[in-house]
């Protein structure tokens, strides 16, 4: 089973200003394809998980440009421009490489 | 309008079965890989299962904590997908989501529906 770990845990992040979230996972996620099956998603307070990257940097329909993914291998970064008060919630990686698929333990954002 | 939309749940006593139905529209269950996550009370994201789609042969694919007592299944007709879940456990107290599985990605997911399992 692939091992997904995320830091920091928490982060609190003043309006308007920028935040990162590092993914790690204990294998490669690139696939004999090529692809790295790298995905992001955003659990906002009450609501279900919503997809805002998939394989690494793609941003999903309806993501805005404030969000942007990089890394490979086994290291990734989630990256936000400018935090907006709608961008509050937890942040989980997850690898699409293998079954199990497994989630990293989430990032959870708020405002200062 | 493209969603999902789960139900079943409820508390049930340790040992005990229940079934979750996850009903889909705008789209058919049977293209797409439907997968099962679910969520602890104030934990994180737990994959539960899939079922592969039509095309990759309908498969079924578990997580340890579940192979054995959950059984992942589909009706096309309904265009409903299904979590059987038998010998229910208190640590299977969760919600429970179904998403839809595209490309290793999940890009559609349930409102979600909560299990207790509780005596």
């Known amino acids: 089973e692939i091992v997904m770990t995320q830091t920091p845990l928490s982060l609190s992040v003043t309006p308007g200003q920028p935040a990162s979230i590092s993914c790690k996972s204990s294998?490669?996620?690139?696939?004999?394809?090529?692809?790295?099956?790298l995905s992001w998603y955003l659990q906002k307070p009450g609501q279900p998980p919503q997809l805002l990257m998939y394989?690494?940097?793609n941003r999903f329909s309806g993501v805005p440009d404030t969000f942007s993914g990089s890394g490979s291998g086994t290291d990734f970064t989630l990256e936000i421009s400018r935090v907006e008060a709608e961008d509050v919630g937890v942040y989980y990686c997850?690898?699409?490489?293998?079954?199990?698929?497994?989630f990293g333990p989430g990032t959870k954002v708020d405002l200062k | 309008e493209v969603q999902l939309v789960e139900s079943g749940g409820g508390l049930v006593q340790p040992g005990r079965s229940l079934t979750l139905s996850c009903a889909a529209s705008?789209?058919?269950?049977?293209?797409?890989?439907m997968t099962w996550v679910r969520q602890a009370p104030g934990k994180g994201l737990e994959w539960v299962g899939l079922?592969?789609?039509?095309?990759?042969?309908?498969?079924?694919d578990y997580a340890a904590s579940v192979r054995g007592r959950f059984t992942i299944s589909r009706d096309d007709s309904k265009n409903i997908a299904y979590l059987r879940m038998n010998y229910l456990r208190t640590e299977d107290t969760a919600v429970y989501y179904c998403?839809?599985?595209?490309?290793?990605?999940?890009?559609?997911w349930g409102q979600g529906i909560l299990v207790v399992v509780s005596s």
């Open positions: 998403a839809r599985s595209f490309e290793r990605r999940l890009d559609l």
């Open positions: 705008g789209f058919s269950v049977g293209d797409y890989a």
């Open positions: 079922i592969r789609s039509k095309s990759y042969g309908g498969t079924t």
């Open positions: 294998q490669s996620l690139q696939d004999r394809d090529g692809r790295t099956y």
């Open positions: 394989e690494v940097y």
């Open positions: 997850m690898q699409g490489l293998q079954n199990p698929r497994t």
